[in-house]
């Protein structure tokens, strides 16, 4: 079988810092999150630094609150990792569906 996209590469949510705060507020898991971004970002470049050591490429997706908000009500998805990481891999396979 042809190796796809998602054997090798993994698709990584990204916040902007002015859109951090109120992701943040939203967010269902908060509780989990850093409030801070400074330390979202440490701790997000350190998951890419493992994914990175272990031969995978990275496709670093940013999550803008309208697109999302609107994605997860049309859905009745709560705002959670799991549904921000669903949420990047659609954009990853939309995006690759219609090269």
Known sequence: ?????????VAMPWYEPEDFPLLWEL??????????YED??????AVMNVWLARGRALQIVTIRPGPFLAWL????????AENR???VEDLVTSN????
Do not use: C, F, I, Q
Not at 1 to 9: E, I, L
Not at 27 to 36: F, T, V, Y
Not at 96 to 99: R, V
């Open 85 to 87: 990481r669903r949420y």
């Open 40 to 45: 979202w970002r440490s701790n997000a470049e």
């Open 96 to 99: 690759h569906d219609a090269a």
């Open 1 to 9: 079988m042809k190796p796809t996209v998602s054997d090798y590469a």
């Open 27 to 36: 967010a269902h898991d908060r509780s989990e999150m850093p409030p801070r």
């Open 73 to 80: 009500e049309a859905r009745g998805l709560p705002n959670t």
